[in-house]
């Protein structure tokens, strides 16, 4: 279902999770900062006590991080969470996935009693979302928009002037819209490119963000949604588990607007940046390899029609202590396309030489 799944892939090869190298689970490549890494530590003493059930310095901490009224805000245990959280509270009648995309949302929406539209997003073009076929959709009754920008699997970006099209138009058809921003804080321009702000004059849209991705602590587990309609917000705030989050994510407060965090937030997307797009070119040269450009730090993978499936890559690869995310279940995506994340130079050469050395052998045979 998800990348990063190190524990089966022990289970299943014997394969230590010390030797393996994840290209699977897009998770910052730095490393969890420092500086968090100490205060996280510290906050263990305090694992004695409850943590505080209205988590006040933690709302402080992310208002003031995203820039937004403190009222809009819902934090909970991962992106996921507040995801299924919302979806559940909302019921919504009829939603507009796009195809490929998390499949979280579809996990979520079936816990509900909810028609599932879907919105086939072409290869040819890139896997951009096309705003007439948008509007197309949304004359037909839609309740709610979900848009994960950028968008997981293939990486593309959606622009602000395009995404204020998207809301104009949600609001001439009374649609809520949903947008996952789990991966915006590896874009060049994440100030410009995000929704957040718009919260404060949107009531229809709801923005989703997460912490495990870029400060590289997906066993931490730590999400936040930021809403338009503050009464909304209020009202998933109530509906939310006692404590859903921890006291060792709770301590993030202490770091989200330090400049040790800003620095880190810098160096993480200058180093994604030019890793992507050296990944990127590297791919490219590779004869039966299709990658898709990207935004994110990751990238999406076709191998040719002629090649094995994706599985005897994958299979290739494990052998050599690597994996890669096969996309093969993702809806609208077939037997040849795969997901690699960003990592560092020396580990990037490395997944560049055995793709290299898989599809030499190939055409051999």
Known sequence: MHGGNVHAIQRQTGIQISTLLDFSANINPLGIPNALLEIMKASLEESVHYPDPDYHRLYESMARFFQCDQDRLVIGNGAAHVIHELLTLLQPQKVLLMAPTFSEYRQALEKCDTTIITLSLSSEETFDLSLDQLEKQLQQGINLLILCNPNNPTGRLISISQMKQVLAMCRDHRCRLLVDEAFIDFTTNESIDSLVKETAHWQELMVIRAFTKIFAIP????????????NLASRVRTHLVPWSVNAVAESMADFLNTQEAANYLSRSVALVTAEREWIF???QKIAGLKPVPGSANYLLVALDESAPPVEALQQYLLQHGIMIRNCSNYEGLHHHWFRVAVRRREE????????NCFLTQNAQN
């Open 281 to 283: 070119s590297k791919l």
């Open 219 to 230: 066993g931490i587990r730590l999400g936040a949604a930021v809403l338009g309609d503050v």
């Open 348 to 355: 990037n050469q490395k997944l560049i030489d055995h793709l």
